[in-house]
């Protein structure tokens, strides 16, 4: 593969702009045209794909490239490191999924123009987000994220879906502003010294420190969805499934975990972070969002919010792997980040399914279901177990870093938490999957259809791709080491 | 020739727009020519400063003193070309040549017949040529002056819509801003009986040295002039006037009233402040402090005022009070990150707010709504007038890569560098009520469908029968209704939204040169040179 | 305290400006006939006249305009008068334009009183709202 | 009536502390007075040389200060402008304009 430095610039380019450049040429096609406008978001979601791996792969090979713009006082940067590799494939990858699943799930809805342009215009902001070389830049793909996702959340167009908007964008602008303090207090310290120097405050010594990690982890705590901050996920379930599944369990959700980690490792780094006693605190505050995330999503009739409020909790494991400081940690946050989307997404996918199918949202009215969509249900059934950390399934690998790293870490309770977590999740979805299969009403309805074949595609390819690298965690082991050596090595 | 205007350079910034306005109204009859004169002024204006930036640029450190007449300091009136100057000019020229431009061919809706169009764009170009005056002028009476003469203008420019609410908004308006000039005036005669100059530097020694013999005279100059100026720029709590006169005004005007008319006003402040009173006066007598509490009064008051706003402008007369808020902020903070983020975020607001102005009246123009709950859809039928108004909300929000965000980065780092961390929050929270209140307006005009076919219906009933009406008993002319058609507007007005929406995209994107100017502004200002 | 009545007996003039523009301030924000608000405005700058030229007086002094004169002759300052040329300019205009206004206020609602004009203007918007909802 | 009476309070507390200022002025009438410096001096003394006026008011108004006196005029031009462009309404325009602010 040519990695010549004028190449690696290219990818990284490209791997950006295809999303926007693919957005502004889906607005620009008549709403009638809709085949073309299906092969246009393809054709740019998969280039977008195509060019991050191959950055992402260069990163992983040991060769960065670098892209640099000066404003005034501030620099605005690309420089793509491990963590923002894995983060930049993870999004691209999955994009293409969704798209595909977008498809079918909104063959016959109204303003797909609109949400196809701006599904786009999110992935290139994603990608920015994990390839940012500063914290400026960071920053600012962070905002464009949150404004190109809004239209997606309100597509429905009802007063709930506007109130959720709302609450989305205050929500997400509120931790942006505490970033944005932070930012700045972070320049007056140490200036701009970018990503892959090593920390940025590496040996800045105040007594503001601590305060400005509660700035950034309350800041990108929003977007991660932390617990007390996490109000908007819920409520911004109001938007198509595709959106819910891709943005609110994966893209916009992993902007606020990567930011975390980004700021525990690369900001103030390893050592200047043991201080802080981040490994005494933060760890507690991931695993009790753990328990309640899910013990709230127990408690869940709507499917799509159950899955909503398991996202919190799950997002919390990659923080708690992140906040041990522990090189298994992070490596089993690693694994978790790269091997749960593709479970995640294959419920989220499964739930459209059933709703378009069906019209059910609701849990307690779903029985039979599993009888007129086996398939369906079959994959709803694996990615549950996924959920709970079973061996043939990629997600038990991520728990099984996680567990060591706090075992390492000489903290043995988190362990403890992991599993307890797994057995509620177990509550969580099982009795889901047998009423499916044991209710006895039987709604029409039917597994068939083109619009079918292109939604359940995609989930059965993640359930497929789950199954492969549970088996043979090989193929996803260099990401999770990649970064670990990044920042341990 | 050019070397006599190269030498009077600055007199001739300020007189080229006056001069042109007082012309203009003997060629009211003719629209093409009026117009021609008035984009041609404001482009002199322009290139004048441009030339006086450059100079500037090239002597830095010196100012040039220009005096008027020929008599030096104490006895004439000076001009002094300085940073602080030619920043605030560039802001002037630069927002008000595409107001100038958007007016082209659109102003008789508004305001009336060819001869009313020529007599607004007189009082237009005179208040430039104010705005003008006020950033050179380095002597108190003279500031005065100008400042009715900008004072009158606005409120003609008010009051040119015709409506009875637009002059009674006008009356309320030049009632309070005559009072502040009456205040203006007083602390003006205060200062000269303490100093026996008008002259701001000379004025500033003789402050240095009697302020300690009567502080009280000092306390009261200071306040005086800070209640006036405060009022006629609408600070928080005296900022009454402005949601009428602004919203009641024909849109171009309320662009200027809005973009500029008001930073004049916080200019002048500035300078008694900084200039003539001196930082030291102003922090024993702790006016930064003042400056700091009202600014984060009027941040989140003007905001929280603005969110049940349904008329479209009036909702952004009133985030002209909460942004107003962010520009004394910085005033206050007496630092020069922070000053510096001021003067870049006034210049930032100027273009911002114009663009917001003017395309919500192009909107409210074409579509014949002014309420927001009405205005659903429209972004499909006028794309770029629409493009233009989001653009500038992003802008205002403080999103990286438009002007706001410079402007509040630096304010940011100034309060951060007095150590106090109130107004970092405030900041924050000023931007995020911000968006509150914009993001519906965009959400309406974007993402919502026109509401009730059935009004629409009954309304095009009620066009068609009136046309068949008048079809009948009229014959077919210009008497006729037109066919209402919501569409973008024409060439003028385009290039005018694309050109302040550059303005704002320039200042985001390479904010370097003017971030410099403002900085070296600042420490002017601030005596650190 | 006496002291303080002293000062002030000196320096009356001062002390008629600031009553006058006390009482000009209260007619202003008081007030809701538009003429006396107008009138608000004249006291208060009247009140500006008089505290430059009291600054400018000297006492004994003559008008700063050379007669055929000794040399020992004091003048006033001349630069306050000059000044308030211009300032009383500028009051003359303000009321002109505000007597404008109130004409064209009048015009419409037949009134000069600010608080039924504003109770006017409401009930046509609020008409006007009613007819369109 | 509360609204006259905070007004009440607040000019009062102005005037209180105007009071308090004036009683500092320099005293009125005092040839030393700060105002009576080296710019009213030349005024007096070179007005006749430098302007070739008898009336030194005249003197400032018309050569000293000449740049007030033009700002003065545009002044009184702006406030006659303003004052046409509020009464002069022709009719129709008017008209049209009511219309469009009542809807």
Known sequence: MPYSADALKIYLVLGLSSGAAGGLAVML??????????????????????????????????????????????????????LGAVFGLIASTLWMFATVYSFGYMAEKSGQRVYYSFFLFSLSAAVGVAFAGNLVTLYLFYELLTLATYPLVIHERTPEAAAAGTKYIMYNLSGAGAILIAIIITYRYAGDPGFTGGPVLAGVNSPMLGWLLVMYIVGFGVKAALMPLHRWLPAAMVAPTPVSALLHAVAVVYAGVFGVIRVVYSVFGRGLAGQLGISRVLPWVAASTILAGVIVALRQDVLKRRLAYQTVSHLSYILLGAFTLQPWGLAGAMMQMITYPFMKMTLFFCAGIIARQTGETRISRMGGVGRKLPWTMAAFTAAALGMTGMLPLSTFWGKYYLMKGSVAGGMWPFALVLAASGLINAACFIPVVVQAFRGDKTPSCKEKGGSMALMFAPAAALVVIALVTGLVPGIVWPGAEAVTDWFFG | MTAVIADNLPAF??????????????????????????VLAEAAGLAGVGFLAYIVFT???????????????????????????????????????????????????????NKRTARFYTL??????SLAGMALANDLFNTYVLVEVATLSCCGLVSSRGTPRAAEAAFTYLVLATLASSLVVIGIGFIYVTTGHLNMGFASQGLAQAWQDRPHVVWLAISFVLVGFGL????????????????????????????????????????????????ALMKEFSVDRILVLAGMAAIICGAVMALPQDDLKRRLAFSTVSQVGYIYLGFGLMDENGLAGAL??????????????????????????????????????????????????????GIPMFSGFIGKWYLIAGSLDTGDFLPTVIIIAGSVLCAAYLFPVIRAMWFETPQKAKQESTVQQECKTAVQHAAEHMPAGPGVPREVRVKDPGAAQKLALILLTAVIFVLGVVPGPFIELARSAAAELLMLR | MKTLLEKLIVNYPYFFAMVLFSIGVMTVLTRSNLFKKLLGINIMGSAGYILFIAAGNIRGGTDPILHQSDPGTVYVNPLPSALMLTGIVVSVSVTAFALSLIIRLYKEYGTTDARRIARMRNEVTKSDSSDRG | MIKKLLVLLIVLATAWVGLLAIAELPPYGMPDNPVHNQVSERYINDALE????????TAIVLDYRAYDTMFETIVLFTAALAVVITLKTDKKELGDGEEEGGR
């Open chain 4, 50 to 57: 430098e302007t070739r006026a008898m009336n030194m008011v």
């Open chain 2, 13 to 38: 910034v300020i007189i080229v727009p006056l001069f042109a306005g007082v012309v203009l109204p003997v060629f009211a009859r003719r629209q093409r020519l009026v117009e021609g004169l008035v």
């Open chain 2, 124 to 129: 237009f170009l005179l208040l430039v040529g």
């Open chain 1, 29 to 82: 096609i008549p709403g009638a045209r809709r085949r073309l406008r299906n092969m246009i978001t393809l054709l740019f979601a998969a280039s977008g794909a195509v060019f991050s791996w191959l950055t992402a792969l260069s990163v992983f090979a040991g060769k960065g490239t670098r892209i640099g713009f000066v404003s005034g006082d501030l620099e605005w940067s690309l420089d793509p490191d491990p």
């Open chain 2, 344 to 397: 870049f975020y006034l210049a930032s607001h100027a273009a911002i707010k114009s663009t917001l102005f003017l395309s919500a009246g192009a909107m409210i123009a074409s579509a014949g709504k002014k309420k927001i709950s009405e205005m659903a859809g429209i972004g499909r039928k006028m794309p770029l007038t629409a493009a233009a108004f989001t653009a500038a909300s992003l802008g205002l929000i």
């Open chain 2, 59 to 113: 002597h830095r450190g010196t100012d040039w003193v220009y005096q008027m007449g020929g008599w030096p300091a104490p006895w004439g009136i000076e001009l002094t070309v300085n940073s602080l100057a030619v920043f605030f000019l560039f802001a002037v020229m630069a927002v008000s040549l595409p107001i100038a431009l958007f007016t082209m061919g659109n102003l008789k809706d508004e305001v009336g017949s």
């Open chain 2, 232 to 279: 006629k720029s609408a600070l928080f709590p005296l900022h009454v006037w402005l949601p009428d006169a602004h919203s009641s005004a024909p849109s171009p005007a309320s662009a200027v009233l809005s973009g500029l008319a008001v930073k004049g006003y916080m200019i002048c402040l500035l300078k008694f402040l900084y200039v003539v009173f001196g930082p």
